[in-house]
């Protein structure tokens, strides 16, 4: 951690306010003591002045911090103490943790004559704490509480800022040849490297920031690689704690660490010494973890999880048990490998009570003995065990995570994988209750990310055989100015029933959301939806990369792919909800849509709007020019007249549609591979050439409430399923899609 500047200035009011007093306490023999009064840092919270403050803590010139305080007559000073977000969340044990392990940012005492300090040069992007107490001339045990304390919810104890975005950094450092006990640190200085795939006004800016020397290289002299505050104990040579690069390194472009930790992380840092400010002399940083050897399976046994009379609302209504404190332990345990496998005991209850960092890959599945034995999965609830102020207490994954101390730039995860799951929100809220005045919906998702947090780069997300209820805002969204990469993500063999709906157009965000903010940036680079169900559970588009604009680099493609799956009512509450939008798309990217069936189904009686968008892709960015369409197979039945028909659901972006899908691009290379024939969607008939709606398909496929119920996107799971299964009749035995064996699987 770098040495912080503080600049004292003498205080420029001096106020004999007194602010909250202590109250007075046994002393060690009975006698009650006088505590000192408790100051406070000047907030809005307790000024009620708001931008007319002159006095106000807050964030000064993107990342120093100006604190204020008010004064206490007659006392001996001030010691104010500084934390990251991450270090010091939960109360005064958790401060005086990060005290005791050397993990405070800083801990300084001012004199009494001092009532505001600024502290300069912090990391950018980064949560940072404050709590202060009034010293006693007295001495220990007289001086006051702490303020600042406080866990965030309650504002009256709280005092944290983030400080600013850094302006645009160029990717220099990447990290490759990971083992257990090393790994290769290469640097790429040349500016036209570092450009690729980067916006040509980012580049703009790098030389007011970063020097050059005569040959366009970036100039850095030395590199800085130590372990992690996660693991801040892991073996390392102390030469790397400032290594000066040779001539021969230079070279080479790369250096190779040796002698680390297994299962350890470690933070790499090039830095150019000319540059006085060590927060600005910095580049990317990249934050390799070395492998490990995962163990045999763990069993999280419920009942060693399970808490009695647990203080978290609800918990103990639902029987579940808790698992925030188990991923929070494997995360930080480089004694765990990477890769572990966790088992959850079949027929029970888990759940987290805070958003679960997604940082250190693991696999967590309910257990297969039971399974095999007849029990049924494991439930995993993301908060929603209870409605507290009026809203439920949901939460959610999150891919990576804030930055610690000296920090920045991207994590590196092996894959993520969650097998046999339920997962719910027990008591989320949809736009139906809302508009019931039961309440607002619930803006919740599977997994999200912190709009400050670090880049990620994922191996793989992989989901397989779960179910998912009650994620209304979201499925899975990208966000945040760094760098997001996922290798491979694969959902397959899920359902989804009685999520979304988070607005009366049935918006929030799409299912699989690519913010597109960099374009080295990719989580659609190898997407495989397979084998699902997606029941009436209405959002924005299925796939988007948020119809970005970017210079993607030759290494940037999407790779999706749609297939054999069923989709009832997918999103049919407004036009322009799509079921792949990327309307401007890297060259050379392939979309395979094939085996699918599309339903819309509502009861007699029943008038519910029900609409469905294709593809919304109006241009290819690259030289080029290529793009692959695998799409053949797909079918579609309606309980609207009017839809029973080839084509007949879609009201914009259809397949075969000449303008803004993949029928604009037939004469592309290689273009629609299958023909332009195959990209119809297919009205299901029988073997006599009879149109075969909903109801002579499958056993229920309707809703069971009508338009304009609370609950008119709500279906029990258990009954969604037995209404969801084939009719074994000779119509639909001997139809086309049956013979393709089209759609989900499980309803065969």
């Known amino acids: 951690m770098k040495k912080l500047f503080l600049y004292l200035l003498l205080g420029l009011f001096a106020l004999p306010f007194a602010a909250c007093s202590d109250d007075d306490e046994p002393g060690a023999e009975g006698q009650v003591t006088e505590r000192e009064f408790m100051t406070m840092f000047r907030k809005d919270h307790n000024t009620n002045k708001g931008d007319s403050e002159p006095y106000a803590c807050g964030v000064k010139n993107i990342n120093d911090i100006q604190l204020y305080w008010y004064g206490v007559h007659g006392c001996a000073g001030y010691q104010i103490r500084c934390a990251l977000q991450p270090n010091a969340a939960n109360g005064e044990q958790a401060w005086e943790e990060s005290a005791a392990t050397g993990k405070l940012v800083f801990d300084t005492i001012v004199g009494p004559e001092v009532l505001d300090l600024l502290v300069k040069d912090l990391e950018y992007s ?8 009034t010293l006693s001339k007295k001495g220990e045990g007289y001086h006051s509480k702490w303020y ?18 850094r302006y645009p950094t160029p990717e220099v450092l990447r990290v490759t040849d990971i083992t257990k006990t090393s790994f290769r640190v290469w640097f790429e200085r040349a500016k036209a490297d570092a450009s690729v795939g980067v916006a040509a006004e980012e580049v703009e800016t790098w030389p007011e920031n970063f020097e050059l020397d005569a040959e366009d290289n970036f100039v850095m002299h030395y590199l800085t690689i130590t372990p992690s505050p996660t693991n801040p104990n892991a073996l390392i040579d102390a030469k790397w704690a400032k290594y000066m690069l040779t001539e021969e390194d230079l070279a080479n472009g790369y250096v190779d660490v040796e002698g680390l930790d297994e299962n350890s992380v470690y933070v790499v840092k090039a830095v150019n010494q000319n540059v006085k400010v060590f927060v600005d002399a910095v580049y990317n940083t990249v934050t390799p973890r070395t492998d490990g050897t995962p163990g045999d399976p763990i069993v999280l046994k419920w009942d060693e999880y399970y808490i009695e009379n647990d203080s ?20 930080q345990n480089n004694t765990l490998a990477e890769g572990s496998i966790f088992y959850l005991d079949g027929d029970k209850n888990y759940y987290f009570h805070q958003n679960p960092t997604l940082c250190k890959g693991f696999t967590l599945a309910t257990n297969p003995e039971d399974l095999a034995a007849g029990k049924g999965k494991a439930s995993v609830f993301l908060g929603g065990t209870a409605v507290v102020g009026n809203a439920p207490n949901s939460c959610n994954f999150m891919f990576g995570r804030q930055p610690q101390a000296g920090e920045d730039g991207t994590i590196n995860v092996k894959s ?26 619930t803006g919740n998702y599977f997994a999200n990310m912190y709009s400050n947090g670090m880049g990620v780069n994922f191996a793989s997300i992989e989901v397989r055989g779960c179910t998912f209820q009650r994620m209304v805002r979201g499925f899975i969204r990208t966000q945040g100015s760094k760098r997001k990469v996922f290798e491979k993500m694969i959902i397959e063999d899920c359902i989804f029933v009685n999520c979304g709906y988070y607005d009366n157009n049935g918006r929030g965000y799409a299912w699989i959301v690519d913010d597109g903010k960099l374009a080295k940036s990719n989580i659609l680079k190898n997407f495989i939806f397979r084998n699902n169900t997606m029941y009436d559970s209405p959002r924005d588009n299925f796939v988007t990369n948020s119809n970005v604009n970017q210079a993607w680099p030759e290494t940037v493609k999407y790779n999706i792919t749609i297939e054999n799956n069923t989709f009832v009512n997918f999103s049919t509450r407004a036009t322009t909800r799509y079921l792949v939008t ?27 709007t029900m609409k469905m968008g294709g593809f919304d892709i109006r241009a290819i960015n690259g030289t080029k020019q290529e793009i692959t369409f695998d799409i053949m197979n797909n079918f579609s039945t309606s309980s609207d007249e009017s839809q029973q028909k080839d084509d007949g659901l879609f009201n914009g972006g259809a397949f075969s549609a000449t303008k803004n899908s993949a029928g604009t691009y037939l004469s592309n290379l290689p273009g629609v591979i299958n023909g332009k ?30 338009n304009g119920h609370q609950d008119m996107h709500e279906r029990d799971l258990d009954d969604m399923m037995k209404g969801m299964k084939l009719k074994n009749t000779p119509e639909v035995t001997g139809s086309d899609f049956y013979k393709a064996k089209a759609g989900d699987p499980r309803w065969y």
């Open 677 to 706: 024939e195959n990209l119809v969607v297919k009205q299901i008939k029988s073997a006599e050439g009879a149109i075969l709606d909903p109801m002579d398909v499958f056993v229920d496929p309707c809703p069971p409430h009508e």
């Open 148 to 165: 600042g304390y406080g866990d965030g919810r309650h504002w009256a104890d709280w005092a944290g800022w983030d400080t600013g975005e």
């Open 582 to 608: 990327t309307r401007n798309t890297p060259d050379g990217s392939v979309y395979t849509v094939k085996n699918n069936l599309f339903i819309h189904a509502r009861k007699a009686g029943d008038d519910r």
């Open 416 to 441: 993520v994988i969650f097998e046999n799951l339920n997962f719910d929100c027990p008591t989320a809220r949809n736009y139906g209750d809302n508009a019931a005045g039961v309440g607002s919906a």
């Open 312 to 331: 978290v609302p609800g918990a103990n209504d639902y029987k579940a048990a808790r698992l925030d404190e188990w991923l929070v332990d494997y995360t």
């Open 126 to 133: 980064t949560s940072y704490r404050f709590a202060i107490r």
